[in-house]
């Protein structure tokens, strides 16, 4: 999902308020050099300023083409990352397992954005339904980007119906992947 990036309020940006759980302040809350994708990926900071500067956040934005642009360290420097207590609370609840943050953006001229708080994120198991069809996207796209068309529709269609897949033989299905 796309949405509109916010380039020409960036250098507006005074301040930005990141409350997360216990375990995204000891997981994911990184500061310093993020030397790879890997370090990328794992870094909160990093994938709120992703979105902020291009409306959306790929797997190709954690590359080192993506990763030198100095606007990202800038962001980074101005999140302020916080425990919220009610989010570490529900992470740990085995009964909830939310996963909580929140996002407020504050300006140099006193303006704000609204504080806006998510507990269950795309993905979670509370949203399944509305995660597969976007991780079936997903899996399309790459598919399709490292194969030609062809071979891309063989081997989504192996993929389309799990009984068909459990009856395949192993090496027909690996062989749908041989470039």
């Known amino acids: 999902m796309r949405y509109p990036a916010c380039t020409k309020l960036l250098g507006q940006v005074d301040r930005?308020?990141?409350?997360?759980?216990?375990?995204?302040m000891r997981i994911i809350n990184k500061i310093g050099p993020l030397d790879n994708p890997a370090d990328r990926d794992h870094c909160l900071?990093?994938?709120?300023?992703?979105?902020?500067?291009?409306?959306e956040l790929t797997a190709e934005h954690y590359e080192d083409?993506?990763?030198?642009?100095?606007?990202?360290?800038?962001?980074?420097?101005?999140?302020?990352?916080?425990e919220n207590a009610a989010f570490s609370?529900?992470?740990?609840?085995?009964a909830k397992r939310s996963i909580g943050n929140a996002i407020q953006v504050f300006f140099k001229d006193?303006?704000?954005?609204?504080?806006?708080?998510?507990?269950?994120?795309?993905?979670h198991?509370?949203?399944?339904?509305?995660?597969?069809?976007?991780?079936l996207e997903k899996c399309e796209a790459a598919v399709a980007g490292h194969f030609g068309p062809k071979q891309?529709?063989?081997?989504?269609?192996?993929?389309?119906?799990?009984?068909?897949?459990?009856?395949?033989?192993?090496?027909?299905?690996?062989?749908?992947?041989?470039l």
């Open 89 to 94: 609370k529900d992470y740990f609840d085995p």
């Open 45 to 55: 900071q990093y994938m709120i300023a992703i979105p902020l500067m291009y409306g």
């Open 152 to 178: 891309a529709a063989a081997i989504l269609a192996a993929c389309d119906s799990q009984q068909a897949l459990e009856e395949m033989p192993v090496n027909e299905f690996m062989d749908l992947w041989y």
């Open 16 to 24: 930005i308020r990141v409350e997360t759980q216990e375990a995204g």
């Open 125 to 135: 198991r509370r949203r399944r339904a509305e995660g597969i069809p976007l991780l």
């Open 65 to 82: 083409a993506v990763a030198v642009d100095p606007r990202i360290d800038v962001l980074r420097g101005k999140m302020e990352m916080v």
């Open 110 to 123: 006193g303006g704000k954005t609204e504080r806006v708080a998510v507990e269950y994120p795309l993905g």
